[in-house]
T-cell receptor, first 116, second 112 residues
Framework: DTEVTQTPKHLVMGMTNKKSLKCEQH?????MYWYKQKAKKPPELMFV???????INESVPSRFSPECPNSSLLNLHLHALQPEDSALYLC???????????????FGAGTRLSVL | RKEVEQDPGPFNVPEGATVAFNCTYS??????FFWYRQDCRKEPKLLMS???SGNEDGRFTAQLNRASQYISLLIRDSKLSDSATYLC?????????????FGKGTKLSVKP
């Protein structure tokens, strides 16, 4: 079982709704990531937090808003999404760079999002 | 040219077969390399890291050729449970963390 926990597992929302995806890890990792994965495609990086600070935003639309309240939690706030945003949203965590073995990213089970 | 390229398959093989996956990457400065496995509608899970010296874990052997920018995964004695999509993943270092670049994945289907 993954040590990165994501909630909810499934989410259906309308285009006017506001919702949040949550991710939690207790492995002491200080880097956390949001990925988006469409069917039959590889995961695409959205955001990276390193030591609770946003370090990478891969030109993601502002309707996706990440938040890192502390070193164990990562949220993704959703507002005014479009149907094409329907996808599997994956959270991952890793140690910051300190040797190859510690750079491994561990993924949560994901939130399967449908936007109607 | 895509950063990480792999044959999408599908590879349909009988139980007990040996199957090899290949992957190439374009950024010669890439530092770390991995094979992840992803089952249908599940998250990617690390299968193994890949080192220049080659590494083996049971039925799985991974090789890295930095000169050719080529990564391989060999699965011996395939099991039904090996059926999944295998993602070749390259890590490029940026700031204080590494950024994963995924290949599109190679689908393996092991038949009885």
């Amino acid at each position: 079982d993954t040590e990165v926990t994501q909630t909810p597992k499934h989410l259906v929302m309308g285009m006017t709704n506001k919702k949040s995806l949550k991710c939690e890890q207790h492995m002491g990792h200080r880097a956390m990531y949001w990925y988006k994965q469409k069917a039959k495609k590889p995961p695409e990086l959205m955001f990276v937090y390193s030591y609770e600070k946003l370090s990478i935003n891969e030109s993601v639309p502002s309707r996706f808003s990440p938040e890192c309240p502390n070193s164990s939690l990562l949220n993704l706030h959703l507002h005014a999404l479009q149907p094409e945003d329907s996808a599997l949203y994956l959270c991952a965590s890793s140690q910051p760079l300190a040797g190859v073995a510690k750079n491994i990213q561990y993924f949560g089970a994901g939130t399967r999002l449908s936007v109607l | 040219r895509k950063e990480v390229e792999q044959d999408p398959g599908p590879f349909n093989v009988p139980e007990g077969a040996t199957v090899a996956f290949n992957c190439t990457y374009s950024n010669s400065a890439s530092q770390s390399f991995f094979w992840y496995r992803q089952d249908c509608r599940k998250e990617p899970k690390l299968l193994m890291s890949v080192y220049s010296s080659g590494n083996e874990d049971g039925r799985f052997t991974a090789q890295l050729n930095r000169a050719s920018q080529y990564i391989s995964l060999l699965i011996r004695d395939s099991k039904l449970s090996d059926s999944a999509t295998y993602l070749c993943v390259v890590m490029n270092y940026g700031g204080s963390q590494g950024n994963l670049i995924f290949g599109k994945g190679t689908k393996l289907s092991v038949k009885p």
